[in-house]
């Protein structure tokens, strides 16, 4: 196994040298699915998607290959699965990978068709606690969330739950707290520009956000934004009025915030004073 790796460097490293990206793709791609199928080697997963990773960032182009030629998308969530358990790098890298490859707005719907979604929330319920897995897989899901095929497939998965708990378990960090709110948001908000029914738990979590981290212009504009969104709808008027903190996060955002954010707060407000029949 070590003499395998070994070799493949060395044949990807003069590939990438050479600036033949194609063939690297192509051979990290066989290899990756030639493990999953036989060895399901924790070091060889890790460099093939450490590998796809650096190719995908470097250009659109290999985007594309990883995404629509051969089985390499598939393979890359297989891998996940394998090592959903056993390897917290694996996960964390492969979420990074599919972030990358999900900043091309036209490769959103295929990672989501072909189980991008699911590796992605599963590695959040199998590591709970690790905040760069986490925020990790946060900004992944916010890019796909973007998308009307993503969306809708996450909001089937129960994606603002798992969401709502990551921000709860995590609550003093601003970048899971700032994604959290962005994709929360996203999936309010139908591709006819409606806002659909949240529930009192990702009302709560934007909530949150905003009164654990006052001084953070980035969570506070973001969770003041969801909340404009969430108030858009009458559905939602009721559950942000009755929160208990819901006063208090919008005083405390318009104190701390005045430009960023004031005129968010006065239309939230504004919204939570009609009287509802």
């Not at 598939?74 to 890298?93: G, Y």
């Not at 490859?101 to 709970?128: E, F, V």
């Not at 934007?206 to 001084?215: E, G």
């Amino acid at each position: 196994d070590g003499l395998d790796i070994s070799t493949l460097r060395e044949v990807v490293s003069t590939c990438m040298l050479a600036d033949n990206d194609v063939n690297a793709i192509e051979i990290v791609s066989e290899m990756l699915i030639l493990d999953n199928d036989i060895n399901r080697s924790e070091k060889l997963a890790m460099f093939c998607m450490t590998t796809l990773w650096i190719l995908a960032r470097k250009s659109d182009a290999n985007k594309h290959k990883i995404i629509f030629e051969g089985r390499t998308l598939e393979a890359i969530v297989e891998a996940m699965t394998f090592h959903r358990e056993n390897s917290l790098d694996i996960q964390t890298r492969a979420c990074g990978l599919l972030w990358s490859l999900a900043m091309n707005a036209n490769h959103r719907k295929h990672i989501a068709q072909l189980g991008g979604c699911d590796g992605i929330l599963n590695a959040m319920l199998s590591h709970k606690e690790v905040d760069c897995l986490q925020a990790m897989a946060l900004g992944a899901l916010k890019v796909i969330s973007l998308d009307a095929v993503g969306q809708s497939t996450l909001i089937l998965k129960g994606t603002g739950s798992i969401v709502a708990d990551s921000m709860d378990r995590h609550p003093n960090n601003a970048t899971i707290q700032s994604e959290g709110c962005a994709i929360l948001c996203n999936l309010a908000r139908n591709v006819d520009q409606s806002v659909r029914l949240v529930s009192e738990r990702e009302i709560e979590a934007v909530i949150n956000a905003t009164l654990s981290n006052p001084n953070s212009s980035g969570v506070i504009e973001g969770a003041c934004f969801a909340l404009l969104c969430f108030a858009s709808s009458n559905d939602n008027i009721g559950s942000i009025r009755n929160n208990p903190q819901i006063q208090r996060a919008l005083e405390l955002s318009f104190r701390n915030h005045p430009e960023a954010v004031g005129e968010y707060v006065q239309i939230i407000l504004g919204r939570l004073s009609k009287i509802t029949a």
